[in-house]
């Protein structure tokens, strides 16, 4: 079964900076073999896409509105993608959330495999 588990949200004020983990765990789940991707959903909104980054890390992918604020990131020794949160705004409050997928560049629908979500508060 696999697991992912986000973690590193909080409540911050406009300007700052959070880092958020995802890490992944099964015991026939191949990190290294998948595309990881950052999703957030605010309240009475659908869920959005935010960023992705390639099962190797050679490539990443970011919405508009993450596009040089957020980094994302993976190591794949411990398993793990991170998403880097700076100069955070009160519109990117939500809750984030990693998922995995097996396919290049996946939509939405082709990730697989889901966290919990972690939530993000950004305070005006």
């Known amino acids: 079964q696999v697991q992912l588990v986000e973690s590193g949200g909080g409540l911050v004020q406009a300007g700052a900076s959070l880092r958020l983990s995802c890490a992944a765990s099964g015991r026939t789940f191949s990190f290294s073999s998948h595309t990881m991707g950052w999703f957030r959903q605010a309240p009475g909104k659908d869920s959005e896409f935010v960023a992705a980054?390639?099962?190797?890390?050679?490539?990443?992918h970011y919405a508009d509105s993450a596009k040089g604020r957020f980094t994302i990131s993976r190591d794949n020794a411990k398993n793990t993608v991170y998403l880097q949160m700076n100069s955070l705004k009160a519109e990117d409050t939500a809750v984030y959330y990693c998922?995995?997928?097996?396919?290049?560049?996946?939509?939405?629908?082709?990730?697989?495999?889901w966290g919990q979500g972690t939530q993000v508060t950004v305070s005006s």
């Open positions: 980054i390639a099962a190797t890390g050679s490539s990443t």
């Open positions: 998922a995995a997928s097996v396919w290049v560049d996946p939509k939405k629908e082709q990730y697989a495999f």
